[in-house]
């Protein structure tokens, strides 16, 4: 089973990977931006020209907290049991949509508790998922090789649900591979290392 802290560190990577991802599937709301801009006119003509909040600032993403990172990851361990019992293609058809649900949550920070909730989760959801991937390898060649290589196989299905939501070549592919090496952390892979060893 994973530990505590390889489930923490894998929600923080996801989340980091989802950051980017966030600011296209759920921009921010333009009245938080318009807000911030209201200046009195005197206040304004004093300081100058370049007055007014840094548009850098702006438009900077709302990061992803380790609840929702935790919460994707739970449907990524999802898709590798689908591949196992032949139905990811049913899991893929409804990816993006719950891939926008979990990225549209609150912008107020998760709660303690709601964070170690969904850890807790995750570490059950990764070892019940490991014993059913187990299960899937008796049937036919075993061993970490074929886990990466479902590895690569849900990498591939996410980037294609964030490709067909709109979300740019690069930032999705990124997120997938964020996606997929939190996955393959919680079993103790390094699905990019591993995948060049085999090679």
Same mark, same amino acid.
């Given at each position: 089973?994973? =530990? !505590? ?9 996801? +989340? $980091? ?6 600011? @296209? ?30 548009? +850098? ?10 609840? =929702?990172?935790?919460?994707?990851? *739970?449907?990524? *361990?999802?898709?590798?049991? %689908? ?9 893929? %058809? ?7 649900? %979990? *990225?549209?949550?609150?912008?107020? &920070?998760?709660? %303690?508790? !709601? ?11 990764? $070892?019940? =998922? ?13 061993? &970490? ?8 196989? *849900?990498? !591939?299905?996410?980037?294609? +649900?964030?490709?067909?939501?709109? @979300?740019?070549?690069?930032? +999705? ?9 939190? =996955? ?5 892979? !390094? ?9």
């Amino acid at each position: 089973m994973p =530990t !505590d802290h390889a489930c923490h560190a894998a929600a923080e990577r996801a +989340a $980091h990977g989802l950051t980017p991802v966030r600011s @296209v599937l759920v921009p921010a709301d333009p009245s938080e931006h318009a807000a911030a801009e209201v200046m009195p006119v005197v206040l304004r003509n004093h300081l100058g020209a370049n007055a007014g909040p840094p548009r +850098a600032a702006a438009r900077r993403p709302v990061r992803v907290g380790v609840a =929702t990172g935790a919460a994707v990851l *739970l449907m990524c *361990l999802d898709g590798l049991r %689908a591949e196992v019992s032949g139905e990811m293609a049913a899991w893929h %058809a409804d990816l993006g949509r719950r891939l926008h649900e %979990a *990225l549209a949550e609150p912008r107020a &920070p998760g709660r %303690a508790t !709601d964070v170690w909730q969904s850890l807790a989760a995750l570490q059950r959801r990764a $070892h019940e =998922t490991l014993i059913t991937v187990a299960d899937g390898d008796r049937r036919g060649p075993a061993g &970490p090789r074929l886990l990466v290589a479902r590895l690569a196989l *849900l990498e !591939d299905a996410v980037t294609g +649900a964030l490709r067909r939501s709109a @979300v740019p070549a690069a930032t +999705a592919d990124g997120c997938a591979h964020e996606l997929a090496a939190a =996955t393959g952390s919680l079993f103790g892979l !390094d699905p990019s290392r591993d995948r060049g060893a085999d090679g």
